[in-house]
């Protein structure tokens, strides 16, 4: 069986979508604030940079 030929500037018919509309979510909290991850990173980083400091003076 052939399908018949759309003309231009139409949209084709389709059998079904299975999209849906989404519900945009509630704000995630901690998990979508990159900055205070960011914050949390670089203090761990000083923490650590500052203990390998102490022991080199410590010798």
Do not use: N
């Not at 018919?13 to 900055?35: F, I, M, N």
Request: net charge negative; hydrophobic share 45%; proline share 10%.
């Amino acid at each position: 069986m052939t399908e018949r030929l759309t003309p231009p500037g139409e949209t084709p018919p389709v059998e079904g979508s299975t999209a849906k509309a989404h519900q945009e979510t509630p704000d995630g909290g901690l998990w979508e604030h990159p900055r205070l991850w960011l914050y949390l990173i670089v203090i761990g980083c000083l923490l650590v940079a500052a203990f390998f400091v102490a022991r080199v003076m410590g010798l």
